[in-house]
């Protein structure tokens, strides 16, 4: 009886030294390198720089200025010139600045978007600024705008061009009928999708098969964060992100879909047509209450021209898309 404990004490002894070691190994930088995409939910996050504004300001000779800062938390790099920031909540001439200098104003870099490397390491945005006013001088309340302590409200409105990709994949059988028990892939089931971080998120790819010679694929485009989404275009100080009530109705909820399936076949997708190449390209949608379903047909060759294999599909969607981060700033009158 005693030996037994003995060498029970022995093998848990050794045990629990492998956990040790294995725990104490270093720290581990490696993330999954197997999926395409980090996703999440994000685009560009927008914060107001610490102390700019400023959370008190009086009527007496306080000269401050407004940065507001962005990081792409996404997977689309955004260029200088696809990115919009207004400074509203304020009347321009109570701060002594223009209307002109607080609006339409671009960030002081690229913001290129989270990746991650061929270990699956993840390599982090980085910073950049937008600056009010815009020709460097400094806001100041001016005498006489108020006559108590008064509550401003500072909005950073941002408009971005963003993007979505997803991928997932179809299977494709010579036999889509009667499938053998072996077969390589299943024609009729829900399939793993993968889809990169942005507000929009592709979701529920779901494959069936409509004949011997075409299947079924569907898929849901989902809004998921509280932003608004636009009409895909180049923001300017005209376009893009629209304001008066007409243009934002014929605009909002309207994006752009790519769909690449690779088989040159005919590939009908309801509501934005049909194409011979398996290629759907810029195809304008509406959501309905931040989501849209998809359904799409794909012909195939015919069966004593095709093989059993599983093929990549792609799919794209380009939008604009409009954020914004609110301040109060506390103003006192001095007397």
């Known amino acids: 009886m005693l030996q037994k404990k003995h060498i029970t004490l022995i093998v848990f002894g050794v045990i629990l030294s492998l956990f040790i070691a294995g725990c104490g190994g270093g720290e581990v930088t490696g993330g999954d390198s197997t999926t395409p995409f980090l996703e999440g939910t994000q685009g560009l996050e927008i914060g107001f720089l610490q102390g700019s504004p400023p959370k008190e300001i009086s009527d007496i000779t306080f000269p401050f200025d407004v940065v507001v800062s962005l990081k792409n938390q996404g997977e689309h790099d955004v260029a200088v010139n696809d990115v919009r920031v207004n400074l509203m909540g304020i009347l321009p001439s109570d701060f002594d600045t223009t209307n002109a200098e607080l609006t339409n104003a671009h960030p002081d870099a690229a913001l290129t978007s989270r990746k991650k490397d061929s270990e699956g390491n993840v390599i982090d945005a980085v910073e950049a600024y937008a600056t009010f006013p815009k020709d460097d001088t400094k806001l100041q309340l001016q005498p006489g705008v108020i006559s108590g302590n008064v509550n401003f409200v500072f909005r950073a409105d941002v408009c971005y061009k963003y993007k979505t ?26 399939k793993s999708i993968f889809s990169s971080g942005s507000p929009i998120d592709i979701t529920s790819f779901r494959q069936g098969v409509v004949g011997e010679d075409k299947i079924q694929f569907s898929f849901d485009i989902v809004h998921s964060e509280f932003g608004n989404i636009f009409e895909p275009k180049t923001p300017t100080a005209t376009v893009g992100c629209p304001k008066d009530s007409s243009t934002r109705r014929l605009e909002e909820d ?26 759907l390209a810029d195809k304008e949608i509406k959501l309905v209450n931040g989501k849209r379903t998809m359904t799409c047909t794909q012909d195939l060759p015919a069966s004593s021209d095709r093989n059993d294999y599983e093929k990549s599909i792609d799919i794209i969607v380009d939008f604009n898309y409009l954020d914004k981060i609110d301040q109060t700033v506390l103003a006192k009158h001095i007397g």
């Open 254 to 279: 309207k994006v752009k879909i790519t769909i690449k399936t690779g088989i040159a076949e005919t590939l009908k997708c309801s509501g934005i047509g049909s194409t011979t190449d398996g290629t």
């Open 165 to 190: 990709k997803a991928t997932s994949q179809i299977c494709v059988l010579k036999n889509l009928v009667s499938v053998a028990d072996d077969a390589i892939c299943s024609p009729t089931e829900s």
